[in-house]
């Protein structure tokens, strides 16, 4: 029986750190704050899986006080979870994802985050949707001050 699992996460823009955001480091001024490289695109699509498979959420698999993923690429923890659904039979059949940032456009950088994301995933490109929208000034996101991302993520049992 197929599942599906919701995520979302935002993190603030910060100066001094790159800026990562589906696997990629963008150019630009700022990055997201966070206790791994902040990526808040990989960190939805980690809460949409770890909820459809019924597995927790990435604060609980990886919380900000410990230091062995101080820092460490957010690529690496999704790595991690789909191990995990492995190991309990999961495989993802597709993941559609949304960035919400006023910059940078995500339009550009969606191709390359596909290249990134879809072996990690174990899916083809038709399989994983990333977008980009505005909050037309609005917000934190709206202003400029934050990144803000939903994923939603369906999975299904192997079957032999």
Same mark, same amino acid.
């Given at each position: 029986?197929?599942?599906?699992?919701?995520?979302?996460?935002?993190? !603030?823009?910060?100066?001094?750190?790159?800026?990562?955001? %589906?696997?990629? @480091? @963008?150019?630009?001024?700022?990055?997201?704050?966070?206790?791994?490289?902040?990526?808040?695109?990989?960190?939805?699509?980690?809460?949409?899986?770890? %909820?459809?498979?019924?597995?927790?959420?990435?604060?609980?698999?990886?919380?900000?006080?410990?230091?062995?993923?101080?820092?460490? !690429?957010?690529?690496?923890?999704?790595?991690?979870?789909?191990?995990?659904?492995? #190991?309990?039979?999961?495989?993802?059949?597709?993941?559609?994802?949304?960035? @919400?940032?006023?910059?940078?456009?995500?339009?550009?950088?969606?191709?390359?985050?596909?290249?990134?994301?879809?072996?990690?995933? %174990?899916?083809?490109?038709?399989?994983?949707?990333?977008?980009?929208?505005?909050?037309? %000034?609005?917000?934190? @996101?709206?202003?400029?001050?934050?990144?803000?991302?939903?994923?939603? #993520?369906?999975?299904?049992?192997?079957?032999?």
């Amino acid at each position: 029986m197929p599942r599906i699992g919701f995520g979302y996460d935002i993190h !603030p823009l910060v100066d001094g750190r790159p800026l990562v955001l %589906g696997g990629l @480091v @963008v150019p630009g001024p700022r990055g997201l704050a966070g206790h791994s490289d902040g990526d808040a695109l990989v960190h939805a699509v980690i809460d949409a899986l770890l %909820g459809a498979a019924g597995l927790g959420d990435i604060g609980r698999l990886f919380p900000d006080t410990d230091p062995r993923t101080e820092n460490v !690429p957010s690529l690496r923890l999704l790595g991690e979870v789909m191990g995990r659904l492995r #190991a309990a039979g999961w495989t993802v059949v597709n993941v559609d994802a949304v960035v @919400v940032a006023e910059a940078p456009k995500i339009a550009p950088l969606a191709e390359g985050m596909r290249n990134v994301l879809c072996p990690v995933l %174990g899916v083809g490109r038709e399989a994983l949707g990333i977008k980009g929208k505005t909050n037309e %000034g609005l917000g934190a @996101v709206g202003e400029g001050r934050a990144i803000a991302c939903f994923a939603a #993520a369906l999975i299904e049992k192997k079957t032999c």
